[in-house]
């Protein structure tokens, strides 16, 4: 039996476009994207909350082949980034290869078939000889436990599912969380709210964003110079690598980070009280640096508010902190970020004897080989998978090593035959995730703080721990002998039942 497609892609973010776009230009490789929602865009279609922005500057958070000289901003807010990844659908032609508002929530491989076998949620079966998983770590919220929070009579909801029917203006409005998003949502909503209460568990480290406008002239020049842009998108990249070193044991670049960091502090908050609350106590880098222009200025207005007591409980009407007093809030923002260390989703993936890589997981910690191969499941690879996540540079960097090494995967399986499938090796890849583990104990992550980076075993498996130019060099080819090539045990057809004792 032929399955249907060469390739089935499952997300249509960053990721499942970058590696369509490839997909087309190698020719010969059929596949299909599916995508659960009715437009592409995962994480840039999901989050529309004020304020909304990439912390990675617009040239380098974008496919080097298929670059835009039309940015705007220095940094693109989401309607525009949005924008860019609808825009790639039209330029390369992909809509046709995209199943919109198709849930894949199971997907089994036969080892005597030699493929898989993916479910939609409608219970529309699709047979590939090639499953790639880019479903993104992005996109499960992580909502504190609050007690009483079920009692609360005013609207309550996270960062990432913005009630865009909530009128803010003129409420009492709290956010918990000071992450990434949380210091976007702050400044945007400060102005009209009558009061913002801002509870704090941790201050982040924040750098200068320096963000500004993109001038007509640059654009043209991109436009015509396409060179121009690629090395305007380099300076930026090494820039960023530069930058990198300061978390991956440099204890000089990390000292002079901390201090410009600082510097920003001191200069945009003069009150010495606020500033304490807004001053870090672990090491730059231990949890994730943001970047921003007009969060500490926000945090100075009258009418807000920065808490650091821990909260007790939610009241039906506020927020009840560990010290006795009760603050009064009549919405309710969680801009707490997302589960991204332990990948839990809807989809169950099957392999080899029946194992359910989630599970396995769950038990053992996410590993694949490189990020992207797990041994057991044959032919299943993952984009932005497990270690591959980044402290320092653009994560679409990573996607474009890791789809080249997909391509280069699906030669070494052309070169297996049609009768065969790839399984990476079990001792490959606990090899590579004890290398990984033992480099990651040199890095800032290991210094002692607690982050979303870290599973519940308190096991980093969301980040590289070196410079994205080391994972480039790995990823560029397969080294053939980090796998076995199985032959595909097809069934006798010609083979008589034994008859039943």
């Not at 479903?135 to 009692?151: C, E, F, K």
């Not at 704090?200 to 436009?223: G, H, K, M, N």
């Not at 960091?261 to 945009?268: G, W």
Request: proline content about 6%; some cysteine.
């Amino acid at each position: 039996m032929t399955p249907q497609v060469d390739v089935a892609i499952i997300g249509a973010g960053f990721a499942g476009l970058g590696a369509a776009i490839r997909l087309k230009q190698r020719r010969g490789t059929s596949f299909i994207v599916f995508e659960r929602a009715a437009q592409v865009g995962g994480t840039w279609r999901d989050n529309v909350y004020p304020g909304c922005a990439c912390d990675v500057p617009s040239h380098l958070y974008s496919l080097s082949f298929a670059p835009n000289p039309n940015w705007s901003r220095m940094y693109s807010t989401q309607p525009e980034i949005f924008a860019y990844l609808n825009d790639i659908v039209d330029t390369y032609q992909l809509a046709s290869a995209i199943r919109y508002n198709t849930d894949i929530i199971h997907t089994a491989f036969s080892e005597s078939a030699g493929f898989w076998t993916l479910t939609d949620r409608a219970g529309g079966l699709t047979t590939a000889r090639v499953v790639i998983g880019a479903i993104g770590p992005l996109n499960r919220p992580s909502m504190p436990t609050l007690a009483g929070l079920d009692t609360f009579t005013g609207k309550a909801f996270h960062s990432s599912t913005w009630d865009t029917t909530c009128e803010l203006a003129g409420k009492r409005v709290a956010v918990v969380g000071t992450g990434a998003s949380a210091i976007q949502i702050i400044p945007q909503i400060a102005p009209i709210v009558e009061q913002l209460t801002v509870f704090q568990r941790t201050a982040p480290y924040i750098t200068a964003r320096s963000d500004r406008a993109v001038s007509s002239t640059e654009q043209r020049l991109f436009r015509r110079l396409p060179l121009l842009q690629q090395a305007y998108r380099s300076g930026i990249y090494w820039l960023n690598e530069l930058r990198g070193l300061s978390f991956l044991g440099n204890e000089t670049f990390n000292k002079l980070g901390t201090r410009l960091a600082l510097r920003h502090l001191y200069a945009s908050i003069s009150d010495p009280v606020l500033r304490a609350k807004a001053t870090p106590a672990y090491k730059l880098g231990c949890k994730r640096v943001l970047v921003s222009d007009d969060y500490y200025p926000a945090l100075t207005r009258s009418n807000v508010d920065l808490v650091t007591d821990s909260i007790e409980r939610v009241t039906p009407t506020g927020i009840l902190t560990k010290d006795g007093t009760e603050r009064p809030v009549d919405v309710l923002i969680f801009g707490t970020g997302f589960v991204a260390s332990e990948i839990i989703c809807d989809l169950h993936i099957v392999g080899r004897q029946g194992r359910n890589l989630f599970d396995q997981w769950l038990a053992t910690g996410p590993e694949a080989h490189y990020g992207i191969t797990v041994s057991g499941y044959p032919n299943l690879l993952f984009l932005v998978g497990p270690n591959t996540g980044l402290g320092h540079n653009s994560i679409v960097h990573m996607i474009e090593s890791q789809v080249q090494y997909v391509l280069g995967y699906l030669d070494l399986l052309d070169q297996a035959g049609p009768d065969a499938f790839l399984d990476v090796k079990p001792e490959a890849q606990e090899a590579y995730n004890k290398g990984i583990q033992e480099k990651m104990a040199g890095t800032v992550w290991a210094s002692g703080c607690q982050s979303w980076y870290m599973d519940s075993r308190g096991k980093n498996t969301t980040l590289w721990p070196a410079l994205t130019v080391t994972y480039r060099k790995a990823t560029k080819r397969v080294d053939p002998a980090d796998y076995e090539v199985v032959p595909i045990r097809y069934p006798d057809p010609l083979a008589v039942p034994a008859s039943p004792a």
